[in-house]
């Protein structure tokens, strides 16, 4: 990313009212994060 791409970038999170970022389960997998068994989602995960 150039520097001018970078303050793009940088202005439209500043103008921006709310910012959503999503991601999904393989994101924090392959960051080697496990959530506890103990969560309420945990029954609902596919084996």
Do not use: E, K
């Amino acid at each position: 990313m150039n520097i001018t791409t970078a303050q793009t970038v940088r202005a439209w999170l500043d103008d921006a009212d709310r910012v959503l970022i999503t991601a999904g389960a393989g994101l924090s997998a392959a960051a080697g994060y496990d959530p506890p068994s103990t969560w309420p989602t945990a029954g609902r995960r596919p084996a």
